[in-house]
């Protein structure tokens, strides 16, 4: 790497020290691992905080979740689960309409932690270029994972999910799921950039579909002090949903409204402008206009 | 060169041509991925012979459908014998499962597998688990069943949850010694659960009592099929009345007995007989 270059959040730990130039990262680390641990605890050391996985949960003896994907993925299959299991995927949905849908894949789903540090490694080493498919490509394989299951009447993506095979694996015994986790690992390192979760994951297409409505955003109060450092763009996993809001595009608001922005936080974290910032969808900052696209 | 120059100028049609090509290469493409992964579902879809699903699982074909792989039920078997399947395993991934000669089902009273079951993968109306059937008991192997072998090892018998009525002794001549008698143990689909705890406890190296998936284990009568003797005590009575007494064709003047043999028919009176023998419709009389 030359000497001039400088890594993506350079000037923001300059700026606002290393600290508040990870806040963001921190946290969501802390959350993905976190969520983690509450369901391994149980099965580590006994402690039933939390039992199931991510498929569907029971925690505390009272609070049932149920994952969205699998719940339209049961309805696909013509199966109508217990009330208890409906309960949880409308607990769920309410939630991520709360706190954005895709949040889901930053803040919870473990393969988020394998892809980032595809990413991460992928950027150290220097590997450019690969692999190039629209990003469209994952709502193509949600609709076929669904029309399969409808047809074969088995839950046909359940076979290679990466999601609940990693997790599944994890608490209750992995065998050879760690398989499809490495070449998910490195799919995303050699073959293309953000390729599993930006390309290809259909559950994270049905959080998105939540995220259309969902009401906690980026915001992008001070976009006027945008000193084109590209930083954000270097940090994005869904880097197409910044621009609109950023450079207003039509005459967007500040505010990124793309259902595949994942609140992940990491334009706030590496902004040495302070553009950026976690709003609510409504409220005075972005105005009436946020949500009107207006003519070309 | 330059035809191909030529070919690579977007013409101002380019665009309106880009958009049914690429729905066309996605469409392709993501249905031939659907394509091999329905295929390999499909091949995942039948149960290995030793995998027993817990009680009140719904028939396989729609389990797989239904069972949403939290592993609920894992965790709240008292006796922690379930198991949730992994990729590499013959069926759908993420299903539970035990293996009976492993750890076979306890068979709890209050069933909590299925108490803990988010979905109708297990059938939360069953709540007797003496009417559960995860499976079905077969004495597969006569030549190394020590009971078959004329020892009094009966341990399948005994262990059974559902005692004397899913497994029962049946007592038969031991033909080595002549004078003996062989305890067979009989399995009754009627009250068989599958647990497995036979399975479990059979004391040979390889069990020659063996647990496994009803489709494998049952048989099943043709529709059409009818048993006499059950329809004619439905009936309260034979239906094609009278039984058609045996006759034989013989030589002019010969009879023949069972036991005696053959015989000269003793000479007697001749005189008008009726024909007998016959069912009533053919002697005029009504069924």
Same mark, same amino acid.
């Given at each position: 790497?030359?000497?001039? $270059?400088?890594?993506?959040?350079?000037?923001?730990?300059?700026?606002?020290?290393?600290?508040?130039?990870?806040?963001?990262? +921190?946290?969501?680390?802390?959350?993905?691992?976190?969520?983690?641990?509450?369901?391994?605890?149980?099965?580590?050391?006994?402690?039933?905080?939390?039992? &199931?996985?991510?498929?569907?949960?029971?925690?505390?003896?009272?609070?049932?979740?149920?994952?969205?994907?699998?719940?339209?993925?049961?309805?696909?299959?013509?199966?109508?689960?217990?009330?208890?299991? +409906?309960?949880?995927?409308?607990?769920?949905?309410?939630?991520?309409?709360?706190?954005?849908?895709?949040?889901?894949?930053?803040?919870?789903?473990?393969?988020?932690?394998?892809?980032?540090?595809?990413?991460?490694?992928?950027?150290?080493?220097?590997?450019? %270029? &690969?692999?190039?498919?629209?990003?469209?490509?994952?709502?193509?394989? $949600?609709?076929?994972?669904?029309?399969?299951?409808?047809?074969?009447?088995?839950?046909?993506?359940?076979?290679?999910?990466?999601?609940?095979?990693?997790?599944?694996?994890?608490?209750? %015994?992995?065998?050879?799921?760690?398989?499809?986790?490495?070449?998910?690992?490195?799919?995303?390192? $050699?073959?293309?950039?953000? &390729?599993?979760?930006?390309?290809?994951?259909?559950? %994270?297409?049905?959080?998105?579909?939540?995220?259309?409505?969902?009401?906690?955003?980026?915001?992008?109060?001070?976009?006027?002090?945008?000193?084109?450092?590209?930083?954000?763009?270097?940090?994005?996993?869904?880097?197409?949903? +910044?621009?609109?809001?950023?450079?207003?595009?039509?005459?967007?608001?500040?505010?990124?409204?793309?259902?595949?922005?994942?609140?992940?936080?990491?334009?706030?974290?590496?902004?040495?402008?302070?553009?950026?910032?976690?709003?609510?969808?409504?409220?005075?900052?972005?105005?009436?206009?946020?949500?009107?696209?207006?003519?070309? | 060169?330059?035809?191909?120059?030529?070919?690579?100028?977007?013409?101002?049609?380019?665009?309106?041509?880009?958009?049914?090509?690429?729905?066309?290469?996605?469409?392709?493409?993501?249905?031939?991925?659907?394509?091999?992964?329905?295929?390999?579902?499909?091949?995942?879809?039948?149960?290995?012979?030793?995998?027993?699903?817990?009680?009140?699982?719904?028939?396989?074909?729609?389990?797989?459908?239904? #069972?949403?792989?939290?592993?609920?039920?894992?965790?709240?078997?008292?006796?922690?014998?379930?198991?949730?399947?992994?990729?590499?395993?013959?069926?759908?991934?993420?299903?539970?499962?035990?293996?009976?000669?492993?750890?076979?089902?306890?068979?709890?009273?209050?069933?909590?597998?299925?108490?803990? #079951?988010?979905?109708?993968?297990?059938?939360?109306?069953?709540?007797?688990?003496?009417?559960?059937?995860?499976?079905?008991?077969?004495?597969?192997?006569?030549?190394?069943?020590?009971?078959?072998?004329?020892?009094?090892?009966?341990? #399948?018998?005994?262990?059974?949850?559902?005692?004397?009525?899913?497994?029962?002794?049946?007592?038969?001549?031991?033909?080595?010694?002549?004078?003996?008698?062989?305890?067979?143990?009989?399995?009754?689909?009627?009250?068989?659960?599958?647990?497995?705890?036979?399975?479990?406890?059979?004391?040979?190296?390889?069990?020659?009592?063996?647990?496994?998936?009803?489709?494998?284990?049952?048989?099943?009568?043709?529709?059409?099929?009818?048993?006499?003797?059950?329809?004619?005590?439905?009936?309260?009575?034979?239906?094609?009345?009278?039984?058609?007494?045996?006759?034989?064709?013989?030589?002019?003047?010969?009879?023949?007995?069972?036991?005696?043999?053959?015989?000269?028919?003793?000479?007697?009176?001749?005189?008008?007989?009726?024909?007998?023998?016959?069912?009533?419709?053919?002697?005029?009389?009504?069924?």
């Amino acid at each position: 790497m030359s000497a001039g $270059f400088l890594r993506p959040g350079a000037e923001a730990i300059a700026e606002k020290g290393w600290l508040l130039a990870h806040k963001w990262l +921190i946290l969501r680390r802390a959350s993905q691992i976190g969520i983690l641990l509450l369901f391994l605890v149980g099965p580590w050391f006994k402690w039933w905080i939390v039992k &199931g996985n991510l498929n569907y949960s029971y925690t505390l003896d009272f609070l049932p979740l149920t994952d969205a994907f699998q719940f339209v993925q049961l309805l696909a299959a013509r199966q109508i689960p217990e009330t208890i299991a +409906i309960i949880g995927a409308g607990l769920v949905v309410l939630f991520y309409w709360l706190v954005g849908g895709r949040t889901y894949c930053s803040w919870v789903c473990p393969v988020n932690l394998v892809t980032d540090l595809a990413n991460w490694l992928r950027a150290r080493l220097g590997l450019k %270029g &690969g692999a190039h498919l629209s990003r469209q490509t994952r709502y193509w394989i $949600f609709g076929m994972a669904l029309v399969a299951t409808a047809l074969s009447g088995t839950l046909v993506w359940e076979m290679v999910n990466p999601v609940t095979l990693l997790q599944r694996g994890l608490i209750f %015994g992995m065998g050879f799921a760690w398989t499809v986790i490495l070449a998910v690992f490195l799919f995303d390192l $050699f073959v293309m950039r953000h &390729g599993w979760c930006g390309h290809f994951c259909p559950v %994270g297409v049905c959080y998105s579909l939540i995220g259309k409505f969902s009401l906690l955003r980026v915001k992008l109060p001070a976009r006027e002090a945008c000193n084109d450092c590209m930083d954000c763009f270097a940090v994005c996993p869904e880097q197409q949903v +910044i621009r609109p809001a950023l450079k207003a595009i039509n005459g967007r608001a500040p505010i990124i409204l793309d259902e595949n922005c994942t609140n992940c936080g990491r334009c706030i974290d590496v902004c040495s402008k302070n553009v950026f910032r976690f709003g609510a969808r409504i409220g005075a900052a972005t105005g009436a206009g946020a949500v009107a696209p207006l003519p070309k | 060169m330059d035809n191909e120059n030529k070919l690579r100028v977007k013409g101002p049609g380019s665009a309106r041509r880009q958009f049914p090509a690429d729905t066309a290469r996605m469409a392709c493409g993501v249905g031939l991925l659907g394509l091999g992964l329905s295929l390999y579902a499909r091949h995942a879809k039948a149960l290995p012979p030793a995998a027993i699903r817990p009680p009140g699982a719904i028939p396989e074909a729609e389990f797989s459908a239904a #069972c949403i792989r939290c592993g609920m039920c894992v965790r709240d078997c008292p006796f922690d014998i379930l198991l949730l399947a992994k990729p590499e395993e013959p069926m759908s991934t993420g299903t539970p499962y035990f293996v009976a000669r492993q750890a076979p089902c306890e068979m709890c009273e209050d069933i909590p597998c299925i108490k803990a #079951c988010p979905t109708n993968a297990l059938d939360h109306s069953l709540t007797d688990i003496t009417k559960s059937k995860m499976g079905l008991a077969v004495l597969v192997d006569q030549e190394t069943c020590l009971n078959f072998l004329g020892l009094r090892c009966d341990i #399948c018998y005994r262990v059974c949850p559902v005692l004397d009525k899913a497994i029962t002794l049946d007592p038969q001549n031991n033909l080595r010694t002549g004078k003996h008698t062989l305890f067979i143990p009989v399995v009754h689909s009627e009250h068989c659960t599958g647990c497995g705890l036979c399975e479990k406890a059979c004391p040979t190296e390889i069990a020659a009592i063996k647990v496994f998936p009803l489709y494998l284990a049952k048989g099943q009568l043709s529709a059409h099929y009818r048993l006499g003797w059950v329809e004619k005590e439905k009936a309260g009575g034979s239906l094609v009345a009278p039984d058609v007494e045996h006759q034989y064709n013989m030589p002019e003047g010969m009879q023949y007995e069972h036991g005696k043999g053959l015989s000269a028919v003793p000479p007697a009176p001749i005189s008008p007989v009726e024909p007998v023998g016959l069912p009533k419709a053919f002697q005029g009389g009504k069924l």
